[in-house]
């Protein structure tokens, strides 16, 4: 009997242990191949077409920024939990607001909510500097070591209050709020250049359901605009 | 020695059964409350329909099951009870539990498959007890088969009981202790019957108490499952949040939240110079079922504390009057009192429906408040809006109606199955009525995407302004709005040009838009939150026209106003809506739009199907039983007509009684509770009955007939004539009210039951089955009818179904002649 389950324990042992290493050898390969099917089938298909944002979310190793159970799916295009009742959002909308929020090189973004520290490195691709602000210490914790570890040296995050800004950094070429309360924080439209841009998602966690963009004017009017990630139009009858 | 051997004799005695199925029904219906509050703190309103569905299909299965095993119980009657009485003082308990620990999200339904065994799990688990509880009174019925009219009476009267005393037990507990407090007296009763029991039976109790009492011992009280998308669960995920305090009610459980994160303010703050004027003051979160949130600010005597109240849109109404004297509805944590104080009003009366919320700030969080509820300018008064104000004849400058329902759960369209009051044309009207000349009203709402909350409350507005008697009501409103909420302003007196001018102003400097002004331009529209296209301003001018059933007719969304009739302002589901969305935006995305409405055709469809289960199944079985043959399709008829009928009632006149009892927990508790003992009242009537049954349900179906268009006719008048009378006075006339209305209702079902009895007992519990599922049909049919025809239309069917019963009857009567 005993004999029997050690041999059955060992040849599963062993079962497993092949399929990981063989698995292995071509994981690389293989979420390249997904990172590029969903660039080209989900992002471009949805309209997002800025070169250097379709460069970034095909550089960017999504699966490094989800917990390994969900490696698997971290090519699809849903947000995904990343603890702490956070999440990290779909790869379609972190695409959209990036483009939207016309940024360059040279250009300094402040980030409000690093979460996983996924849209911070998107943005890392191509700008000078990504300030981000994370209020969860585990999650700071968690994303200054995994932009660390994946050679982001142009990000720097900070355990804190998104909603006062980083005064130290300001002015912002481009703001990114990832959660919006009833309010959009006034000092960080205060430390929005003039001609730069905010954007906020709208809506409950998991429930994206438009994007609000920020802009100042070079005069410092102050004017939003919703930008529905899905269109709804027609509103009205004609059907 | 002697008391005990006089309580064993009690308890053997066949009468023990009548207070075992008085106390049985009323902690049967006491749990079923309590978990509608458990699951409206967990989960959201709609489950409240959902535990409907869940208790009858426990009655239901039961009713199956005693029917299939009936001839296997001949003679044991009594240790089945027994076993169902010490199981289901177990069940209460462990049953909550468990439905706690099962992870279900309603959000995920539509993305995790496993989901749906999650919700199984919860029917299956939470079914239990109630199953238990049919069982004991279906036994209880063979136990003294002469007498069934007599245990529906004590069943009936327990229940009224159970409602009442419930509300009670919610004002001094938290709902998560109630399932444990409930199986207390199930214990005791149990003891006592127990001791005229066997020794095996006598253990079974012992080892059923031991096990319950272990279980608590161990683990201690399990708490809610809060979901983590309702707002409480996210807030206590900020590192510096914690609960500070709790208040009870059976309105609503109240939990302090205090983080430096929460800053809430009455819509988007517009053009806030933060570097001149500094961050808003410290707040704390009053959470009402861990959903919605209204904060307190704290203030410290700086009159600059609220400088911030001039930035939002509902200070808009101060900009067109002086001094004014002002009404809040909705007070809660205090923000719109403070804007009215900022604005110089010179009194505000500060209504809020919900006891906790005076009494939390009086006391734990007096001195963080600034002792506001205290002040001699501010009048607290806890009542529910509309009735406040039917109640006396004050006259004021402005009526503030809060913002009450949270941003989130308003997005979602979880309340699409709440009436609301104090958002229908008829509410409006009252406003108006109470504003000074040239007072104006002010109702701000969260924008949704699409747009439609707002338009319904504009098309709301415009139609009270016609019914009273406003020929141009577009002279005498106001609409801007920021990127999430809307203001909305009615005026009694058309608006000045001066007015308007402020108005402008107003909306110009902090950057809202104007929806709708007198003289509004098209390229004054849109300026600043840019839509797609001007939908707001373009709907304002497609209600004002004269083509405004068109546009009701082609919008996307139901916008039409609400009305006391169909007082569901938070539904604005069309069939297609759903077509559109799913085409534009997948499946996935439609319970975030429309979620109230969606689950409410769930229940239907789930209780559907197990109704046809339940009920098919023992039909089946029966169908080889040559004796019921030919008196099946009457009984299923006649069963479940009666069912659906009363249960169109007693919600329709729940909805009824809520505007007049003005508390809707007040309106559940004196509603049910009277047409619980009264028709427990016509039940021992028709059990006393000795002559033929048919005249006597034909009598008692004309006076519910009669009474119910009666009442339709009248009752608008006399509850508007009566609103002004104290509280008992109201609960009184609504008791006699009921009364000989419950009593006819309490008449048919065991007339029919004993004519059952008597003459094709195999059937009773079947009957009683189908009863109970045409009651779980009735209470989410009689909400999608009241939703889409009104309550009128439910209480004349409701009449037409009782006509329905009689030749069913008549039949089963004939054929029990014959045979």
Same mark, same amino acid.
């Given at each position: 009997m005993n004999t029997y389950w050690r041999k059955t324990v060992f040849s599963a042992l062993l079962t497993c242990g092949l399929t990981v290493s063989g698995y292995a050898g071509t994981e690389d390969d293989e979420f390249k191949e997904r990172r590029e099917h969903m660039v080209k089938n989900t992002i471009e298909l949805r309209g997002v077409n800025d070169p250097a944002t379709l460069k970034a979310m095909r550089s960017v190793e999504r699966h490094e920024f989800v917990d390994d159970h969900l490696r698997e799916v971290a090519y699809a295009d849903r947000p995904l939990p990343i603890g702490h009742g956070q999440t990290i959002s779909q790869p379609y909308i972190v695409a959209a607001m990036t483009e939207m929020l016309q940024v360059e090189e040279g250009d300094v973004v402040l980030e409000i909510g690093a979460g996983s520290g996924y849209q911070a490195a998107v943005l890392a691709e191509f700008v000078e500097h990504v300030y981000?602000? %994370?209020?969860?210490?585990?999650?700071? %914790?968690?994303s200054t070591e995994r932009l660390a570890r994946l050679g982001y040296d142009n990000v720097t995050v900070k355990e804190g209050d998104g909603y006062f800004g980083w005064e130290e950094h300001a002015p912002f070429d481009g703001i990114i709020v990832t959660a919006a309360a009833t309010h959009i924080p006034p000092p960080l439209v205060e430390q929005l250049k003039p001609g730069g841009k905010m954007i906020i998602p709208v809506g409950p966690p998991m429930q994206v359901q438009q994007l609000m963009v920020v802009e100042k004017q070079e005069d410092e009017t102050i004017t939003q605009r919703s930008v529905m990630p899905v269109r709804f139009v027609p509103l009205t009858g004609e059907r | 020695m002697t008391i005990i051997r006089k309580f064993s004799e009690a308890a053997s005695r066949p009468s023990s059964i009548f207070p075992a199925v008085f106390l049985i029904s009323a902690v049967g219906i006491a749990y079923q409350v309590t978990l509608m509050r458990v699951f409206s703190i967990g989960q959201w309103h709609h489950f409240a329909y959902m535990i409907i569905s869940i208790a009858m299909l426990g009655f239901g299965a039961s009713g199956t099951i005693l029917t299939l095993i009936r001839a296997r119980l001949a003679g044991r009657e009594r240790q089945a009870f027994y076993l169902s009485l010490v199981l289901l003082a177990l069940s209460l308990p462990l049953c909550y539990v468990w439905s706690q620990r099962i992870p279900f999200e309603t959000f995920h339904l539509v993305t995790q498959g496993d989901q749906f065994g999650y919700l199984l799990g919860l029917y299956a688990v939470l079914a239990v007890p109630f199953f238990l509880v049919s069982t004991c009174i279906t036994l209880a019925l063979f136990l003294v088969p002469r007498r069934v009219g007599r245990v529906y009476f004590t069943d009936l009267l327990g229940s009224g009981l159970g409602a009442a005393t419930v509300v009670g037990l919610l004002f001094l507990f938290p709902p998560e202790q109630l399932p444990y407090l409930l199986s207390v007296p199930l214990f005791l009763l149990a003891g006592w019957i127990g001791l005229g029991m066997g020794r095996r039976w006598k253990f079974l109790f012992a080892l059923c108490l031991g096990a319950a009492l272990f279980w608590v011992g161990v683990r201690g009280l399990a708490p809610i499952r809060v979901s983590e998308y309702k707002a409480l669960s996210y807030t206590l995920q900020f590192p510096d949040a914690e609960v500070v305090a709790d208040a009870q009610s059976p309105l609503s459980q109240v939990k302090v939240v205090r983080s430096r994160q929460i800053r809430e303010t009455p819509g988007q703050l517009g053009n806030y110079p933060f570097a001149q004027l500094g961050a808003l003051p410290e707040q704390v979160g009053l959470f009402f079922d861990a959903g919605s949130i209204s904060v307190v600010n704290r203030y410290d005597d700086d009159p600059d504390t609220f400088a911030f109240m001039e930035y939002v849109t509902p200070a808009l109404?101060?900009?067109?009057?002086?001094?004014?004297?002002?009404l809040v509805i909705g007070a809660g944590g205090g923000s719109d009192v403070w804007m009215a104080l900022r604005h110089g009003a010179q009194e505000v009366t500060a209504v809020e429906v919900d006891p906790s919320v005076f009494r939390l700030i009086e006391t734990e969080l007096k001195e963080f408040s600034g002792d506001l509820y205290g002040r001699d300018d501010i009048k607290p008064v806890t009542a529910e809006g509309r009735g406040f104000l039917q109640s006396q004849g004050e006259q004021y400058d402005v009526i503030q109606i809060a913002l009450l329902d949270a941003f989130t759960a308003a997005a979602s369209g979880v309340y699409a199955l709440s009436e609301s009051y104090i958002y229908t044309r008829e509410a409006v009207e009252l406003y108006l009525e109470h504003l000074e000349p040239d007072g104006v009203l002010a109702i701000t709402r969260w924008l949704k995407t699409p747009a439609r909350d707002a338009i319904k409350m504009f098309a709301t507005l415009v139609e009270a302004a016609e019914a009273a008697g406003i020929d141009d009501p577009g002279a005498h409103i106001a609409f801007i709005r920021s990127w999430n909420a809307g203001t909305l302003l009615l005026s009694r007196s058309p608006w000045t040009e001066e007015q308007v001018?402020?108005?402008?102003?107003?909306?110009?400097?902090?950057?809202?838009d104007m929806a709708w002004l007198?003289?509004?331009?098209?390229?004054?529209?849109?300026?600043?939150?840019?839509?797609?296209?001007?939908?707001y301003y373009e709907s304002a001018r497609a209600?004002?026209?004269?083509?405004?059933?068109g546009f009701y007719e082609n919008y996307l969304f139901d916008v039409r106003p609400a009305t006391d009739d169909r007082p569901y302002f938070f539904q604005f589901f069309k069939w297609d809506t759903l077509r559109v969305l799913m085409r534009d935006m997948g499946f996935e995305w439609v319970p975030f739009i429309e979620w109230g409405y969606i689950?409410?055709?769930g229940t239907i469809v789930q209780g559907a199907v197990a109704s046809a289960i339940f009920i098919l199944l023992p039909l089946i079985t029966l169908a080889r039983r040559t004796e019921t043959r030919g008196a099946r399709r009457w009984v299923v008829l006649y069963f479940m007509a009666l069912g659906l009928a009363f249960m169109f009632l007693e919600i329709a006149f729940i909805q009824?009684?809520?505007?007049?009892?003005?508390?809707?927990i007040y309106a559940v508790a004196v509603v049910l509770t009277a047409f619980l003992v009264f028709s427990g009242c016509g039940s021992f009537f028709a059990d006393r009955w000795r002559g033929d049954r048919f005249p006597?349900?034909?009598?008692?179906?004309?006076?519910?007939?009669?009474?119910t268009i009666l009442f339709t006719l009248v009752l608008p008048p006399l509850f508007s004539a009566w609103a002004g009378w104290p509280d008992w006075a109201r609960v009184g006339v609504s008791f006699v009210l009921i009364a000989p209305l419950a009593f006819c209702m309490g008449v048919p079902f065991p007339s029919g039951l004993q004519l059952v009895s008597d003459r094709y007992s195999a059937m009773v519990p079947w009957a009683w089955g189908i009863n109970g599922f045409a009651s779980v049909m009735g209470a989410s049919l009689a909400t999608f009818t009241a939703i889409h025809f009104g309550f009128r239309v439910l209480v004349w069917t409701a009449a037409a179904v009782y006509i329905l019963c009689l030749p069913p009857l008549l039949r089963l009567g004939k054929r029990s002649d014959v045979a």
């Open positions: 981000t602000i %994370e209020i969860v210490p585990a999650l700071a %914790e968690l | 109404a101060y900009q067109v009057v002086t001094d004014p004297r002002v001018s402020a108005m402008r102003s107003f909306s110009e400097s902090r950057g809202f007198p003289g509004l331009a098209p390229d004054e529209v849109n300026r600043f939150t840019l839509l797609e296209e001007p939908i209600i004002l026209s004269a083509d405004r059933d689950a409410l055709l009824k009684f809520m505007l007049f009892l003005t508390y809707p006597l349900v034909a009598a008692a179906v004309g006076g519910i007939v009669g009474l």
